[in-house]
């Protein structure tokens, strides 16, 4: 099985603080992903990565990076922390990018809190 | 723009009894992907099931079953003779036949099942 694991359940941090959320995947996907997830709104694709140190932005970039070193590890960088940075934040991987149709394996999630 | 609705904000039922999820997709590619997945009380994503957009059979596994319509751009989820374990957030998503595809969630619906 695919496993997919996010650093922290759980974290709170203050605004204006860097923040680093990182995810780890173990079954040698190329695709990474980052989402955050709000009531009402589902999922947002934050930045995506199909191969190492390449990256792409998704529909919500702004006030975030990311950075892929090695393959199996994909982070989330908040900058300078704002409050409305509150949110869960979901992080996929998925095998190929070359093959379509392919299910996305999720993390169980971060839940941040911008203090 | 590719959008996913899942028009039904929380449903609520009684145990045994049978509830369908709607989603409603709108794309202009020719060639897509749907998925359903599901997000019990622990926030992991499970995938369910997708779907080839070239591929309208429906589909039956256990108790769930899925109804896909491209004349009406829809992708419904049936749970026959629901159970407690059934209550999760249930999302809807649409894949594009490119890239490293990226997954257009709908808002999900939270599904409520009462003893």
């Known amino acids: 099985d695919v496993k997919v694991t996010q650093s922290s359940r759980y974290l709170v941090k203050r605004t204006g603080e860097k923040v680093f959320l990182e995810c780890v995947q173990d079954?040698?996907?190329?695709?990474m992903f980052w989402y955050r997830q709000d009531p009402g709104l589902g999922l947002r694709l934050i930045y995506f990565?199909?191969?190492?140190?390449?990256?792409e932005k998704g529909d919500i970039p702004e006030g975030y990076s990311v950075s892929r070193e090695k393959k199996e590890r994909f982070s989330l960088i908040l900058e300078s922390a704002s409050t409305n940075q509150t949110s869960m934040y979901l992080c996929?991987?998925?095998?190929?990018?070359?093959?379509?149709?392919?299910?996305?394996?999720f993390g169980d999630g971060t839940r941040l809190s911008i203090l | 723009a590719q959008k996913v609705t899942q028009a039904q904000t929380e449903i609520s039922v009684v145990e045994k009894e049978d509830v369908t999820l709607d989603c409603v997709y709108e794309t202009r590619d020719t060639t897509y992907y749907l998925f359903w997945y599901k997000q019990p009380p622990s926030g992991e994503l499970v995938f369910l099931i997708r779907?080839?957009?070239?591929?309208?059979q429906n589909e039956i596994s256990g108790r769930y079953s899925w109804n896909f319509q491209k004349s009406t751009s829809s992708f419904n989820f049936t749970i026959t003779a629901s159970q407690v374990v059934d209550s999760a957030v249930y999302f809807c998503a649409l894949s594009e036949d490119k890239g490293a595809q990226k997954l257009v969630f709908g808002q999900g619906t939270r599904l409520t099942i009462n003893p």
């Open positions: 996929a991987s998925s095998l190929y990018r070359a093959l379509p149709n392919q299910p996305q394996h």
């Open positions: 779907r080839n957009s070239f591929d309208e």
């Open positions: 990565s199909y191969d190492v140190k390449m990256k």
């Open positions: 079954m040698d996907h190329e695709n």
